[in-house]
C-alpha cells in the first residue's frame, strides 16, 4: 500500500469540498447534496442515544437503493442469528435515502457526511462500527481510514472490477491499489474479478462470493401477496409486464405492441410515477388512441384484452414480474438497463435495450440465451411476436431465465459467515 497517495487525498479534500459548496448554488444536485446533509450529525445523536452502548455494531454503507439491496440477505441472515446486531445504512445518494430511511433492521439511516477527515473522525466517534461492510463500490477514503483507525474490520462485498472501470486507469491505479488494501476481506462477483484483485491489485485475500442480489431477488420472488388482486385479471392470458420503463423505452414498446396482431396483456410501470411525468405519459397514450387505467383507479370495467395497466404506484415491480409471460426491461435507451434478475427469476424471457453493459447480470443473461437485446422498434415487434406466438420458444427462455438466477445464488453465506467470525470473536473476548 502506498500511503502517500491517501495523505495526498486526505489533505486537499477540503479543498475540493469547497470548491464543490462554491458551484452548487449553480448545480441542483450539487445543491441538494448539502441541503440534506445539513443536520446529519445532530440526527444521528439523537438516534444513539437509544442504542445499548455494548451492541455489537455493523456500519452498512451503499451508494443508492441497488447497492443496499444487495445487503439486505446478509442483514436479514444476521438479524434472524443474532438480534441483538445494531445495524447502521448509509447512502450516498437522496433517491437511496428515500427509499429506505425507514428500513426496519435498521437502528439509523442516514446521509454519509461529506468526505473530510473532520467529518469522518466526528461520524465514526458517533456509531463506532464494529465491521464496515461495503457494498461493490462507492469508496470515500477519510471514512475508510477513519474507520481503520477506529478497529473496525472493513469488508468489500459484490465487488466487480470492469475492465473499462476508472480503476485500471494509470493515473488511479495506485489510488485505488491503496484503497483496496484498507479492506480486511474482499468478496467478489465472480473470478475473473478475484483474479484481477489478485494480479493487478496486489490483494491476495479476494475471494469469490457471487452476486447477493441473487439471494435477494430470490427470496423476494417467494413474497407475491401484493399482487393477489391481479391474479385473477390475467389469468390465462399472455402478459407482458413493462418495468422501470422511461420515455424512450415507451417510444419503442407502445409503437411495437399496437403493431402486435394477438396482443398480449400489457402492464406498464414507469421509472417515475412523478405526476408530471404521469401526465405526460397518459397523454402519449391518448394521442395514440391507447385505452389505460390506473392501478390506483382499478376497478371492475378494467378490459386487459383492450387496456394496458399503468402502475402509478411504487414498491412492487418485482412483485409484478409473477404476473408476466414476458418482462421489457427498461434503461436501455438511457443510461443503463434496470434490474434484469426480478423478472429472470420468475421463469419467462427477458427483453433490454442496448445499454446494458454496466450490468454484468444483464450481459450474463443474455450470453446465456435467458433475453435478447433489442436495438429498435422492429427488433422489439419481431421479438414480442416470436415471443407471444412460439410458447415452447418463450417456455424455453425462461427456464434459462429462471437457472442463471438460481445457479447464482449463495453469496450471503459467505460473506455473512464472515461477519459471524468477528462477531462470535468479540462475543468470545467479552466473556
Same mark, same amino acid.
Given at each position: 500500500?502506498?500511503?502517500?497517495?491517501?495523505?495526498?487525498?486526505?489533505?486537499?479534500?477540503?479543498?475540493?469540498?469547497?470548491?464543490a459548496?462554491?458551484?452548487?448554488?449553480?448545480?441542483?444536485?450539487?445543491?441538494?447534496?448539502?441541503?440534506?446533509?445539513?443536520?446529519?450529525?445532530?440526527?444521528?445523536?439523537?438516534?444513539?442515544?437509544k442504542?445499548p452502548?455494548?451492541?455489537?455494531r455493523?456500519?452498512?454503507?451503499?451508494?443508492?437503493?441497488?447497492?443496499?439491496?444487495?445487503a439486505r @440477505?446478509?442483514?436479514a441472515a444476521?438479524k434472524?442469528?443474532?438480534?441483538n446486531?445494531?445495524?447502521?445504512?448509509?447512502?450516498?445518494?437522496?433517491?437511496g435515502?428515500?427509499?429506505?430511511?425507514?428500513?426496519p433492521?435498521?437502528?439509523?439511516?442516514?446521509?454519509?457526511?461529506?468526505?473530510?477527515?473532520?467529518?469522518?473522525?466526528?461520524?465514526?466517534?458517533?456509531?463506532?462500527?464494529?465491521?464496515?461492510?461495503?457494498?461493490?463500490?462507492?469508496?470515500?477514503?477519510?471514512?475508510?481510514?477513519?474507520a481503520?483507525?477506529?478497529?473496525?474490520?472493513?469488508?468489500?462485498?459484490?465487488?466487480?472490477?470492469?475492465?473499462?472501470?476508472?480503476?485500471?486507469?494509470?493515473?488511479?491505479?495506485?489510488?485505488?491499489?491503496?484503497?483496496?488494501h484498507?479492506?480486511?476481506?474482499?468478496?467478489?462477483?465472480?473470478?475473473?474479478?478475484?483474479?484481477?484483485?489478485?494480479?493487478?491489485?496486489?490483494?491476495?485475500?479476494?475471494e469469490?462470493a457471487?452476486? @447477493?442480489?441473487?439471494?435477494?431477488?430470490?427470496?423476494?420472488?417467494r413474497?407475491?401477496?401484493?399482487?393477489?388482486h391481479?391474479?385473477?385479471?390475467f389469468?390465462?392470458?399472455?402478459?407482458?409486464?413493462?418495468?422501470?420503463?422511461?420515455?424512450?423505452?415507451e417510444?419503442?414498446?407502445?409503437?411495437?405492441?399496437k403493431a402486435?396482431?394477438?396482443?398480449?396483456?400489457?402492464?406498464l410501470v414507469?421509472?417515475?410515477?412523478?405526476?408530471?411525468?404521469?401526465?405526460?405519459?397518459?397523454?402519449?397514450?391518448?394521442?395514440?388512441?391507447?385505452d389505460?387505467?390506473?392501478?390506483?383507479?382499478?376497478?371492475?370495467?378494467?378490459n386487459?384484452?383492450?387496456?394496458?395497466?399503468v402502475?402509478?404506484?411504487?414498491?412492487?415491480?418485482?412483485e409484478?414480474?409473477?404476473?408476466?409471460?414476458?418482462?421489457?426491461?427498461?434503461?436501455?435507451?438511457?443510461?443503463?438497463?434496470?434490474?434484469?434478475?426480478?423478472?429472470?427469476?420468475?421463469?419467462? @424471457?427477458?427483453?433490454?435495450?442496448?445499454?446494458?453493459?454496466?450490468s454484468?447480470e444483464a450481459?450474463?443473461?443474455?450470453a446465456a440465451?435467458?433475453?435478447?437485446?433489442i436495438?429498435?422498434?422492429?427488433?422489439?415487434?419481431?421479438?414480442?411476436k416470436?415471443?407471444?406466438t412460439?410458447?415452447?420458444?418463450?417456455?424455453?427462455?425462461?427456464?434459462i431465465?429462471?437457472?442463471?438466477?438460481?445457479?447464482?445464488?449463495g453469496?450471503?453465506?459467505?460473506?455473512?459467515?464472515?461477519?459471524?467470525?468477528?462477531?462470535?470473536?468479540?462475543?468470545?473476548s467479552?466473556t
Amino acid at each position: 500500500m502506498n500511503p502517500s497517495v491517501l495523505s495526498f487525498y486526505t489533505l486537499f479534500s477540503p479543498m475540493l469540498l469547497g470548491t464543490a459548496k462554491l458551484f452548487s448554488a449553480l448545480y441542483p444536485k450539487l445543491r441538494t447534496f448539502f441541503r440534506v446533509r445539513k443536520n446529519v450529525f445532530e440526527e444521528l445523536e439523537q438516534q444513539m442515544q437509544k442504542l445499548p452502548p455494548s451492541s455489537f455494531r455493523l456500519w452498512i454503507h451503499a451508494a443508492s437503493v441497488g447497492e443496499f439491496e444487495q445487503a439486505r @440477505p446478509v442483514i436479514a441472515a444476521l438479524k434472524e442469528r443474532h438480534p441483538n446486531i445494531a445495524v447502521f445504512v448509509s447512502f450516498l445518494s437522496d433517491s437511496g435515502y428515500n427509499a429506505r430511511k425507514n428500513f426496519p433492521d435498521a437502528s439509523a439511516v442516514f446521509y454519509l457526511p461529506a468526505d473530510t477527515r473532520d467529518n469522518a473522525k466526528r461520524l465514526l466517534e458517533l456509531i463506532r462500527p464494529d465491521i464496515l461492510l461495503l457494498m461493490r463500490y462507492d469508496f470515500w477514503p477519510n471514512h475508510l481510514l477513519e474507520a481503520k483507525k477506529c478497529g473496525a474490520k472493513l469488508i468489500l462485498a459484490a465487488a466487480v472490477l470492469q475492465q473499462d472501470s476508472p480503476y485500471f486507469k494509470p493515473l488511479l491505479k495506485g489510488f485505488y491499489r491503496s484503497v483496496f488494501h484498507l479492506f480486511d476481506r474482499i468478496f467478489t462477483v465472480s473470478e475473473q474479478d478475484t483474479l484481477s484483485f489478485r494480479q493487478i491489485f496486489n490483494y491476495p485475500q479476494a475471494e469469490t462470493a457471487g452476486d @447477493p442480489r441473487f439471494d435477494q431477488v430470490f427470496l423476494r420472488s417467494r413474497n407475491r401477496a401484493r399482487v393477489d388482486h391481479l391474479k385473477p385479471v390475467f389469468e390465462n392470458r399472455p402478459v407482458l409486464v413493462a418495468g422501470s420503463v422511461w420515455e424512450k423505452d415507451e417510444a419503442i414498446l407502445l409503437a411495437a405492441w399496437k403493431a402486435l396482431d394477438g396482443r398480449p396483456s400489457l402492464v406498464l410501470v414507469p421509472h417515475e410515477v412523478k405526476p408530471e411525468n404521469m401526465a405526460r405519459l397518459y397523454q402519449d397514450l391518448k394521442e395514440r388512441s391507447l385505452d389505460f387505467m390506473a392501478v390506483s383507479a382499478l376497478n371492475k370495467t378494467f378490459n386487459p384484452d383492450r387496456q394496458i395497466l399503468v402502475i402509478d404506484q411504487t414498491g412492487y415491480l418485482a412483485e409484478l414480474y409473477s404476473l408476466a409471460s414476458i418482462a421489457y426491461v427498461g434503461g436501455g435507451f438511457g443510461i443503463n438497463v434496470h434490474n434484469t434478475l426480478e423478472p429472470a427469476v420468475h421463469q419467462i @424471457p427477458v427483453l433490454f435495450g442496448p445499454r446494458y453493459h454496466n450490468s454484468p447480470e444483464a450481459e450474463g443473461l443474455a450470453a446465456a440465451g435467458g433475453a435478447i437485446v433489442i436495438h429498435d422498434q422492429q427488433e422489439l415487434f419481431k421479438a414480442l411476436k416470436s415471443l407471444t406466438t412460439d410458447t415452447a420458444q418463450r417456455k424455453k427462455m425462461g427456464t434459462i431465465a429462471e437457472a442463471f438466477v438460481q445457479e447464482r445464488t449463495g453469496a450471503t453465506a459467505a460473506i455473512t459467515a464472515s461477519i459471524e467470525g468477528y462477531y462470535n470473536a468479540r462475543e468470545s473476548s467479552l466473556t
